[in-house]
């Protein structure tokens, strides 16, 4: 990780609470006020459970969001969480994870052109931006419905679409099994590539749909631009400075 990105999440982790300043963008555009026009129980596990002895479970699953989705910003942006929603018409739904991780890159994948081997869509920026356990509750009754699927991440990623597309994945390390119907879109600016059994380490897909994906919603907040940043260090080390040199002359006054 370069100085200027470490100083950009360091910049944002100081300006919390971020969602005072933070933009929600959706995929695609205008979801939301309305609502996909598809299903899918895609990623969560208990989609395919087995029945028959054969492992069908999704534990690995990465989206692809073309950076068109994110036009309203004109550089670098700090994505804080990722939420999804309920298909319209369906049940409430609650699951938990006990070793769940998700990760962000910058991709040159996109909706009409990636790979099926998964780790060939990474980026160089490949984040884990949450691991462990998780646990979610989803209600239903709007039309469209709330985005209460939400991922909070351990740590923001800073993505710029003038760099490339943005990859989401997903992987299910602990194998728990839920189920619900999220809502999702066709003919959209995004892909979907996943392997059906497996495991979270699966290497290759077994699956794909472009133009297609889960209705999302993110949280971003831009980032100052490299100059603002390098002001702003300057600004804390001047801050830090005066306080050890009053502390000091403090300590020197008790002394005497």
Same mark, same amino acid.
């Given at each position: ?19 005072a300043n933070a933009d929600l963008i959706y995929a695609p555009g205008g979801a939301d006020t309305?609502?996909?026009? *598809? ?30 989705? @994110? ?22 739904? !609650? ?9 962000? !890159? ?8 990636? !790979? ?15 691991d462990g356990a998780f646990s979610w509750t989803a209600t239903s009754g709007g039309n469209p ?36 119907? @999220? ?24 699956? !794909? ?7 999302? *919603? ?25 306080? *050890? ?12």
């Amino acid at each position: 990780m370069n100085l200027m990105r470490k100083l950009a999440i360091v910049l944002v982790a100081l300006l919390s609470p971020m969602a005072a300043n933070a933009d929600l963008i959706y995929a695609p555009g205008g979801a939301d006020t309305t609502e996909g026009d *598809r299903d899918n129980c895609i990623p969560l596990s208990g989609c395919f459970a087995p029945d028959d002895g054969i492992d069908r479970s999704i534990d690995r699953y990465q989206q692809v969001y073309d950076a068109s989705l @994110f036009s309203g910003f004109s550089g670098p942006m700090a994505i804080s969480d990722i939420a999804f929603r309920l298909n319209f018409g369906s049940a409430d739904a !609650s699951g938990a994870y006990s070793d769940l991780r998700v990760n962000l !890159s910058t991709t040159s994948a996109s909706s009409t052109s990636y !790979s099926l081997v998964f780790a060939d869509n990474y980026g160089a920026d490949v984040t884990t931006v949450f691991d462990g356990a998780f646990s979610w509750t989803a209600t239903s009754g709007g039309n469209p419905n709330a985005f209460d699927f939400l991922l909070t991440f351990d740590n923001p990623f800073v993505y710029d679409p003038l760099a490339g597309n943005l990859l989401f994945e997903w992987q299910n390390f602990g194998s728990d099994d839920t189920a619900a119907q @999220f809502d999702a879109a066709r003919f959209a600016p995004m892909s979907r590539i996943y392997a059906k059994g497996g495991g979270a380490s699966a290497t290759n897909a077994s699956g !794909s749909t472009s133009r297609y994906g889960l209705v999302t *919603r993110f949280t971003a907040t831009a980032v100052p631009e490299p100059g603002t940043l390098a002001l702003f260090g300057i600004g804390l080390f001047g801050v830090a400075f005066m306080r *050890r040199r009053q502390t000091t002359k403090y300590r020197l006054s008790q002394v005497a």
